[in-house]
Structures are given as structure tokens and as C-alpha cells.
């Protein structure tokens, strides 16, 4: 059974198969992460070869063979390996991205591919590759439909606003009010998770975070996202 389709893709990882075969794991808009076998990768000279560098971005057209995919034809690729390799916190970035997505993006969802690529474009761009970190953690909460509930107390559903914020809650997926919390506080976190909810890449910087902030924010995400899903 074999089937051919066209269908674009990020590549996540490029590894040595012997002494001249390459393996490639990228995901795809359409099936998701895959395995793709590059008979002789190793010694073959072919834009092939240059393509499929980790994060870069292919299109082309796949195939099917007994349930392995292979690459048959690439039609454009981007290279966005070469200017994320050459800055050391842009590439500790990439790799730091690609873990994080290995990790929590097990199916085919073409909503996680779309963040995928906007995050190694943007990157691989002139944006701060904290900010680019920390929007990517929090779109990849937003599109697992579990982003922190910043409106409603968790506890006594009252309706919680700068004015009467006590925390955001990690164990308890929001907020909760300064009654129930015993205190008002984390006004400037709020208002960030507020902002990054939405916020696109191209507008990060206007949310003029400080360098304290983003630490803070990267923290509470990774730790959202350990605890709940
Ligand atoms: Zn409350």
C-alpha cells in the first residue's frame, strides 16, 4: 500500500544512520510527527541533504511505503537552521523549543504545527529569543485549551479584576481573588498573562516586559504545563 501526498513540514532532528544513511524527524501540517529514512544522506551532495537541517521548514511530496514515510521530492524549503545556528542563545533556544514540543505535541494537529513554524521564523528573525521562548510556552498552553482562567476566582467565582487579584494558581489552572487568598497581589504578573493570551509575535515587545518578568512568566508556564497535562 503505498500513498503519495503533498504536505509541508518542520524538521525537528537529523541523525546518523550507520555510516551512510541519514534519519530525519520532522512534524508534518498534515500526519504530524514522522521518521523519515534518507537512504545515503551521508554521502550523496543534494539540496536534500541542506533542507532537512533541524528547523528548517520543507515542502514537498511525501509517500507512504508500508507504513514508513519517505521524502520524494522537496519543491521549497527555508533555511532557517543557518541564522539560528549562528547565535548561540537563538540555537540553546531552538533546542530548548524542540524538547519542549517533543514532549507535550504527541498527535497531528495543524494548529501546533502553524506555532512551530511561526516560532522558528520569528526566531530565526531580529526577535528576543526569551520573548520568543516565553510566547511560544504560552500559546502552547492557549492551543491545548488550558490556558490559565484569568477572569473568575477559582474558589469563590467571584470576578476578579487588577483591583482585587490575589494570585494565578498553578494547581488551581487560574486565579484567585484577594479575599480568598488573604491578599492583593501579583498586579504586573496578571496583567502579563493577560497580554500574552494574545498577543502576536510581531507585537511581544510592546508588552514591554522586564528581564525579571520573563523569567518569571517562562517558570510559571513550564511548571503549568508539567503539573497540568
Ligand atoms: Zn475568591
Do not use: H
Not at 32 to 48: A, F, H, L, R, W
Not at 104 to 114: A, G, M, R, S, T
Not at 173 to 186: A, L, P, Q, Y
Amino acid at each position: 500500500m503505498e500513498t503519495v501526498f503533498k504536505d509541508e513540514a518542520i524538521v525537528l532532528r537529523k541523525s546518523l544512520v550507520g555510516s551512510v544513511d541519514l534519519s530525519i524527524t520532522v512534524y508534518t501540517k498534515q500526519v504530524g510527527k514522522e521518521n523519515i529514512y534518507i537512504s545515503k544522506g551521508q554521502i550523496i551532495k543534494s539540496t536534500v541533504i541542506t533542507a532537512t537541517e533541524p528547523f528548517n521548514w520543507i515542502k514537498g511530496v511525501f509517500r507512504y511505503v508500508k507504513g514508513k514515510l519517505y521524502l520524494q521530492e522537496i519543491d521549497r524549503y527555508r533555511n532557517l537552521s543557518l541564522p539560528i545556528s549562528q547565535d548561540i542563545k537563538k540555537f540553546e533556544t531552538a533546542f530548548y523549543i524542540n524538547r519542549v514540543f517533543n514532549k507535550y505535541v504527541i498527535f497531528p494537529d495543524e494548529k501546533f504545527y502553524i506555532l512551530l513554524k511561526k516560532t522558528f521564523y520569528y526566531l530565526s528573525e531580529g526577535y528576543s529569543p526569551e520573548y520568543i521562548k516565553l510566547n511560544f510556552l504560552s500559546k502552547l498552553v492557549y492551543l491545548s485549551g488550558i490556558y490559565p482562567e484569568l477572569d473568575t476566582c477559582q474558589i469563590c467565582k467571584a470576578k476578579v479584576s487588577l483591583r482585587n487579584i490575589g494570585t494565578v494558581s498553578v494547581e488551581r489552572t487560574g486565579v484567585i481573588c484577594s479575599k480568598c487568598f488573604g491578599k492583593r497581589n501579583g498586579y504586573g504578573f496578571y496583567s502579563s498573562l493577560k497580554g500574552l493570551k494574545s498577543v502576536s509575535f510581531q507585537n511581544l515587545e510592546k508588552l514591554k516586559l522586564k528581564k525579571g518578568d520573563i523569567e518569571s512568566l517562562t517558570s510559571f508556564f513550564e511548571e503549568y504545563l508539567s503539573k497540568n497535562t
